[in-house]
């Protein structure tokens, strides 16, 4: 397939927009209609004497259509000719696949952020008209951005100049889930590596809390993350959080969060370290209800096992509790899924956070029929979500996109009210400065005077994090350099 942009620079942006329909279609650029093309799409740019036109047309095996917009010269800047030419190429892709992406124009990482962003230009009326009018947002999915940006205010309020955050990674799982799409490594492939990991790992959070330190930063919140961390041993988790807990003020931390995660790591003596080390909220993961998808996906566990891992952490103490399911799994139904929300909901779990499939190439959701079918099922599959949790007393508090998303949609993060994960915030908005350890860890440098970032980027693979740890740690001087070169006048009490 081809894309050919003319008198225009908004490449990068017609192709997002292809994605919605086409995401695992490899996209070429060209100058001029290829004649033995297999798909070619066509956009272009004219200015006119009163406005410009902006032209979209698709031609398909078989199918061809076009659409366009005018943006008159006296326009206001809402009327953006980038999201107008994007209008204009997503009528021509609804008009062949009959699906509408209910984000509309809207293809980023942050829908949230960016109604955020609005209402302090605009005010929330002129944020919601600029969703709805011309980024052609649903009017359910703008309600849904706005609920969470809201959500978030209180979160961010939290954060101070000095606040950060810190993060650490354990790239370990039992197996790897067929839709996985993170940097994980199976423990019995990295079993050798797994001794020297774990003990860098520690010195990495012990200097990063040096720094912090140093630096006179605020620590907010601790994550520790993967993979899977409870794929660890007993010990080996211990030692990570002796670590955590021998560097770190626990009484000043206002949130400490491990993934457990999947069922079939999780047991009583693992929990019970994760409980006496002062975690406060942990994840326990069926992804779906149905043996049958699990199967599907390469998960080794049973719901069975699932409820034995979510009995034995409430019997433990665990009082915040985070399920995760994904919606648009291989064999699940809008039917099936709604059965497995039912079951989330009812075990009184304190988050729920729902996750929208992404594709790989590999998928077999790859031709435009089965694609545009599991589409369409999916976005029942989020509408269900939002009825049945909203009557339970959820409410969404943090959301965010991934590449290749099923139909172009989110996963939104539900909690009952108080129990917002603050880390999912400050990392997904990018609140403020997050430290990062561990293999394929990115700390991510924020000034808090402006939307500057600047990344620390650690090795991804767990071989390379510890043959190289040493230049590793020099990366690590960066940090305060940085922060020398900001203007803060109060440090962390």
């Excluded at 969703?131 to 978030?152: G, I, M, N």
């Excluded at 989020?382 to 943090?398: E, I, R, V």
Aim: charged share 25%.
């Amino acid at each position: 397939m081809f894309l050919i942009c003319k008198n225009h620079e908004y490449k990068f942006e017609m192709e997002n927009i292809l994605r919605i329909f086409f995401p695992m279609e490899k996209i070429a650029e060209a100058e001029e209609l290829p004649a033995d093309a297999d798909g070619v799409f066509f956009t272009q740019l004219e200015e006119q004497e009163n406005g410009t036109r902006l032209f979209a047309k698709v031609i398909l095996p078989a199918h061809e259509t076009q659409a366009q917009r005018f943006v008159p010269a006296d326009a206001d800047d809402s009327w953006n000719r980038e999201w107008m030419l994007a209008s204009a190429l997503c009528e021509c892709l609804t008009t062949l696949t009959g699906y509408r992406p209910p984000w509309g124009l809207l293809t980023g990482v942050r829908p949230s952020k960016l109604m955020r962003s609005f209402i302090e230009e605009h005010g929330k009326e002129k944020a919601v008209d600029i969703f709805e009018r011309f980024l052609e947002v649903s009017p359910e999915k703008t309600a849904l951005a706005l609920q969470v940006a809201e959500a978030e205010d209180q979160a961010i309020a939290l954060s101070k100049e000095h606040s950060v955050s810190q993060y650490a990674s354990v790239p370990f799982c039992p197996s790897r889930c067929s839709y996985c799409s993170f940097v994980s490594h199976s423990v019995k492939q990295a079993a050798r590596l797994i001794p020297d990991y774990t003990k860098l790992l520690c010195r990495e959070i012990e200097e990063n809390a040096r720094i912090a330190e140093q630096l006179h930063l605020c620590n907010e919140s601790i994550y520790i993350g993967g993979g899977t961390p409870t794929s660890l041993t007993a010990d080996q988790l211990r030692a990570i959080t002796d670590t955590v807990r021998n560097v770190f003020d626990l009484s000043k931390i206002r949130e400490y969060t491990v993934e457990a995660g999947r069922p079939d790591t999780i047991d009583e003596e693992k929990l019970q370290v994760l409980f006496d080390a002062g975690v406060t909220r942990i994840s326990v993961n069926p992804q779906t209800f149905s043996d049958e998808v699990l199967c599907n996906i390469g998960r080794k566990h049973t719901v069975a096992d699932f409820y034995e891992a979510f009995r034995t952490a409430r019997r433990v103490g665990f009082t915040n509790i985070n399920i995760d399911l994904i919606a648009g799994l291989p064999g699940d139904t809008p039917d099936g899924f709604a059965d497995s929300l039912r079951q989330a909901i009812a075990l009184d779990a304190e988050n729920i956070t729902v996750h929208t499939l992404a594709l790989k190439r590999s998928s077999t959701l790859v031709t435009e029929h089965e694609w545009n079918k599991a589409a369409r099922e999916t976005v029942q599959m989020l509408d269900t979500a939002s009825t049945l949790l909203t009557c339970a007393g959820y409410k969404p508090y943090y959301m965010y996109r991934q590449s290749k998303c099923i139909g172009n949609l989110e996963n939104v993060g539900w909690c009952k009210p108080g129990y917002e994960c603050l880390y999912n915030i400050y990392m997904m908005e990018e609140v403020h400065t997050v430290l990062a350890a561990g293999g394929g860890a990115v700390t991510k440098l924020r000034d808090p005077h402006s939307t500057r970032i600047e990344r620390i980027f650690n090795f991804k693979y767990p071989y390379e994090y510890v043959s190289r740890f040493d230049e590793l740690l020099a990366r690590k001087a960066r940090i305060a350099s940085f922060y020398d070169e900001l203007n803060i006048n109060q440090a962390c009490e």
